[in-house]
């Protein structure tokens, strides 16, 4: 069974940092393990949809969306299945529940399209005031 456990969130002034961690585990039907696939994380503000912002192809093609462009930045730790984004120079506009997402058919997660996505973790809150 996939599992996504977020951490890291929390609440920051404007132009702050926060890291968002994402722990994944579970197994594909072919035996690969989730993070193997591809994974991200997307955003959802109070009265807004969820978008994605960042995201991590199978091939390791970094993907973001450009109102976080040079100011976010995914990672992953394949060797402890962990997925991570680094968030500095934080706006207001960046506050929302943050949700890590992974999927074994990838197309959901690089075009950013929420309803495609298999696996979501629980979220965690971001929360950036002036």
């Known amino acids: 069974q996939v599992q996504l456990v977020e951490s890291g969130g929390g609440a920051v002034q404007a132009g702050g940092s926060l890291r968002l961690s994402c722990a994944a585990s579970?197994?594909?039907?072919?035996?690969?393990?989730?993070?193997?696939?591809?994974m991200g994380w997307f955003r959802q503000a109070p009265g807004r949809e969820r978008e994605g912002v960042a995201a991590?192809?199978?091939?390791?093609?970094?993907i973001y969306a450009d109102s976080v462009k040079g100011r976010f930045t995914i990672s992953k730790d394949s060797a402890k299945h962990i997925l991570d984004l680094q968030m500095d120079n934080l706006e207001l506009e960046d506050t929302a529940m943050y949700y890590c997402?992974?999927?074994?058919?990838?197309?959901?997660?690089?075009?950013?399209?929420?309803?495609?996505?298999?696996?979501w973790g629980q979220g965690t809150q971001v929360t950036v005031s002036s």
């Open positions: 997402a992974a999927d074994v058919w990838p197309d959901s997660i690089r075009n950013f399209s929420p309803k495609g996505v298999a696996y």
């Open positions: 579970g197994y594909s039907r072919t035996g690969r393990h989730i993070d193997n696939y591809a």
């Open positions: 991590i192809d199978e091939d390791g093609t970094l």
